[in-house]
Nanobody, 120 residues
Framework: QVQLVESGGGLVQAGGSLRLSCTAS????????MGWFRQAPGKERQFVAA????????IFADSVKGRFTISRDNPKNTVYLQMNSLKPEDTAVYFC?????????????WGQGTQVTVSS
């Protein structure tokens, strides 16, 4: 199993920046990809960004392209989401996700979530 702990959420004004961190523990050798999802009140959880553990591939939701970046520090088993030019519509609970592969088996693990609130 993989355990994920997020940090870095908070309250920020529109146009500001925040950096989220997610540290993995447990069977981290099996992690293939880590990423972030978010869920606003009354809405479904949506994809934000992801990075392969090799670091060679990243992907972003259209709504955050050009504003958010994702990076990883493998020795620290940590992935970061740098969020710039934040907008009120970015307000949500942000969840860290780890996609792991054990041979042909696939699993997803989730963090507990961290609140991001952007005031207008």
């Amino acid at each position: 199993q993989v355990q994920l702990v997020e940090s870095g959420g908070g309250l920020v004004q529109a146009g500001g920046s925040l950096r989220l961190s997610c540290t993995a523990s447990g069977r981290t050798f099996s992690i293939y990809r880590m990423g972030w999802f978010r869920q606003a009140p009354g809405k479904e959880r949506q994809f934000v960004a992801a990075i392969t553990w090799s670091g060679y591939s990243t992907i972003f939701a259209d709504s955050v392209k050009g504003r958010f970046t994702i990076s990883r520090d493998n020795p620290k088993n940590t992935v970061y989401l740098q969020m710039n030019s934040l907008k009120p519509e970015d307000t949500a609970v942000y969840f860290c996700n780890a996609h792991v592969r054990y041979g042909s088996a696939r699993f997803n693990y989730w963090g507990q979530g961290t609140q991001v609130t952007v005031s207008s």
